[in-house]
T-cell receptor, first 112, second 115 residues
Framework: SQQGEEDPQALSIQEGENATMNCSYKTSINNLQWYRQNSGRGLVHLILIRSNEREKHSGRLRVTLDTSKKSSSLLITASRAADTASYFCATDMEGGSEKLVFGKGTKLTVNP | ETGVTQTPRHLVMGMTNKKSLKCEQHLGHNAMYWYKQSAKKPLELMFVYSLEERVENNSVPSRFSPECPNSSHLFLHLHTLQPEDSALYLC??????????????FGEGSRLTVL
């Protein structure tokens, strides 16, 4: 079964608005990562939050982690048309597994 | 430019062809990965190489054959593929320390179409 699952699957907003995407997972983690993918391109790492951290910021991005609820959220503030992309969460499961497990992603459209 | 280069970017092949995808990283990382991305499916991990040794093989059919000759290069050899193998194949690298996976650096992907 899938480890990370993003919600919503698709999100459409106007430029200047904030966008919030959520990720839920099932097992204990070392860290959780968010990635962005423009259509047909490779994924780009945005931010990594460790299991002992609750919140992290990077520019217009804010990530929260609630390990008791096994969930994370990615907030993009003051969105721009260039933020249009798919956003994925990936979990590094506790136990030293060799892999990150990705969700299906949230497709964000920011309308000018 | 992420420091991970994939070639070719696009590949069209028949079911009886043999071709290879190539990935090169210039980041000094100690782990490399092949992922498959199909429409409406999560990113699927295919293979992981750590210090040039294959440490993960995610039940991938034998028509996909990986090769990691050194820590900077990774290949995916393809033969007798099926149309359902058409997808975007993504290579990534990372630096693993203490059993924790750090951020992945992805290439731009190789778009494969099997006719």
């Amino acid at each position: 079964s899938q480890q990370g699952e993003e919600d919503p699957q698709a999100l459409s907003i106007q430029e200047g608005e904030n966008a919030t995407m959520n990720c839920s997972y099932k097992t204990s983690i070392n860290n959780l990562q968010w990635y962005r993918q423009n259509s047909g391109r490779g994924l780009v790492h945005l931010i990594l939050i460790r299991s002992n951290e609750r919140e992290k910021h990077s520019g217009r991005l804010r990530v929260t982690l609630d390990t008791s609820k096994k969930s994370s959220s990615l907030l993009i503030t003051a969105s721009r048309a260039a933020d249009t992309a798919s956003y994925f969460c990936a979990t590094d499961m506790e136990g030293g597994s060799e892999k990150l497990v990705f969700g299906k992603g949230t497709k964000l459209t920011v309308n000018p | 430019e992420t420091g991970v280069t994939q070639t070719p970017r696009h590949l069209v092949m028949g079911m009886t062809n043999k071709k290879s995808l190539k990935c090169e990283q210039h980041l000094g990382h100690n782990a490399m990965y092949w992922y498959k991305q199909s429409a409406k499916k999560p990113l699927e991990l295919m293979f992981v190489y750590s210090l040039e040794e294959r440490v993960e093989n995610n039940s991938v059919p034998s028509r996909f054959s990986p090769e990691c000759p050194n820590s900077s290069h990774l290949f995916l050899h393809l033969h007798t593929l099926q149309p359902e193998d058409s997808a975007l194949y993504l290579c990534a690298s990372s630096h693993r320390t203490g059993g924790e996976n750090g951020e992945l650096f992805f290439g731009e992907g190789s778009r494969l179409t099997v006719l």
